[in-house]
Nanobody, 127 residues
């Protein structure tokens, strides 16, 4: 069983940066593809980015809405996946969740494919 805990959210102005962290416990972190999703109240959970468990984490994929502004990375020695968010926009405001797929599974853009979830961290971007 993998437990995930996000941190790093907060309130920032448009154009600022934040780095979210998600630390895993239990299981073998290096064997899990990881994803970041976000959700606005009343809307479906939205895919943000994912990273493979293979090698150095390549390939990495991003939603079109964050491509070029957000960067996903992982540090297996620290059991942590990161989401560096630059040039933040008000429309990035959401609760951000990290998620892990079952061990040795390919990454996915679909929330239903992820087995383990964190409790989320709020990101608010003011205009």
């Amino acid at each position: 069983q993998v437990q995930l805990a996000e941190s790093g959210g907060g309130l920032v102005q448009a154009g600022a940066s934040l780095r979210l962290s998600c630390t895993a416990s239990g299981g073998t972190f290096s064997s899990h593809a990881m994803g970041w999703f976000r959700q606005v109240s009343g809307k479906d959970r939205e895919y943000v980015a994912d990273i493979s468990w293979v090698g150095n984490g390549s390939p990495k994929y991003y939603s079109e809405s964050v491509k070029g502004r957000f960067t996903i990375s992982r540090d297996n020695a620290k059991n942590t996946v990161y989401l560096q968010m630059d040039s933040l926009k008000p429309e990035d405001t959401a609760v951000y969740y990290c998620a892990a797929r079952a061990a040795y599974s390919a990454p996915s853009m679909h929330a239903k494919d992820y087995t383990f979830w964190g409790h989320g961290t709020q990101v608010t971007v003011s205009s």
